[in-house]
Nanobody, 126 residues
Framework: QVELVESGGGNVQAGGSLRLSCDAPGLGLSFTKYAWGWFRQAVGKEREFVATLDWDDGPSYYADFVKGRFTATRDGAKGTAYLWMNNLKAEDTAIYYC?????????????????WGRGTPVTVIS
């Protein structure tokens, strides 16, 4: 079982920025063979897709509500995926999860992902 570890969440004022990180030490050289997805779940709501980055440095895709504000990247040398979040809004408040999908392409369905982190909370204060 591969463990993913998110970090970087916290409290931020509306309009502010955060960078979430997702470490995958157990994947080693296989890191680039995975698509890296970000999902979130707010209190009382279902988990929803936020962003995904295709395997092997492929393109990234975003939910409409974060386009132009969030950017998904990865550093293969470090085995770390990132979600850069700018111009945060109160409605972005949620627990954010990273996930890995082997050879994933435009993977927006959470059920496709094999590995998940435990989540990191983001609270945007308006």
């Amino acid at each position: 079982q591969v463990e993913l570890v998110e970090s970087g969440g916290g409290n931020v004022q509306a309009g502010g920025s955060l960078r979430l990180s997702c470490d995958a030490p157990g994947l080693g050289l296989s890191f680039t063979k995975y698509a890296w997805g970000w999902f979130r779940q707010a209190v009382g709501k279902e988990r929803e897709f936020v962003a995904t980055l295709d395997w092997d440095d492929g393109p990234s895709y975003y939910a409409d509500f974060v386009k132009g504000r969030f950017t998904a990247t990865r550093d293969g040398a470090k085995g770390t995926a990132y979600l850069w979040m700018n111009n945060l809004k109160a409605e972005d408040t949620a627990i954010y999860y990273c996930a890995a999908d082997h050879y994933g392409v435009n993977s927006r369905d959470w059920a496709r992902y094999e590995y998940w982190g435990r989540g990191t909370p983001v609270t945007v204060i308006s």
